[in-house]
């Protein structure tokens, strides 16, 4: 039964991104005029600006149902749907639309909850990959941080 409620808890996780992202798609500019305000204000698009804020609460509270949900699993299982998790997280297609790619990238670090749920060698090839993916020099603060912690055994 804890397989399920965590199984329901990461599919929940996966709807969010997947309508994260939708949303994102649907904040383009619709006209030239539209797409020039945008360019102008300080700020940028403030479609963009409302979905990020809505994605940081949804997001944070999926994660941390999932983490809960995780703790109360077999360690086997709790560790294959963190993997799960981490491809959704960190490994997602490289988006062609840079909003879209930045904003992923700037909630990559929300994935800092499920680490703990990795075993240690799953942990060390996760950060091989995110280094890969990422190089350290070049990633953010929220990045960093988290290769950080699925560098440490």
């Known amino acids: 039964m804890e397989a399920t409620s ?6 929940e996780l996966q ?8 949303k994102l798609t649907e904040c383009r500019a619709s006209n030239m ?19 990020v804020e809505e994605f940081d609460k949804t997001v ?13 699993c077999p360690a086997e299982e709790a560790a294959a749907l963190t993997e799960q998790a981490m491809e959704l997280m960190l490994f997602y297609p490289q988006p062609q639309d840079n909003t879209i790619a930045f904003s992923l990238t700037a909630f ?11 075993s240690p060698e799953v942990r060390q090839e996760t950060a091989r990959r995110y280094a890969r993916r990422t190089p ?14 699925l560098s440490q055994l």
């Open 136 to 149: 350290p020099r070049r990633m953010l603060p929220n990045q960093k941080k988290l290769w950080k912690e």
């Open 6 to 11: 965590a199984l329901q808890a990461l599919e």
């Open 15 to 22: 709807a969010c991104y997947k309508a994260f992202v939708e």
């Open 60 to 72: 944070t509270g999926r994660i941390n149902a999932l983490a809960e949900e995780l703790a109360r």
């Open 33 to 51: 005029g539209e797409a020039m305000g945008f360019l102008f204000r300080a700020q940028g698009n403030p479609k963009v600006g409302y979905a």
């Open 108 to 118: 990559e670090g929300h994935a800092r909850p499920l680490v703990s749920f990795l």
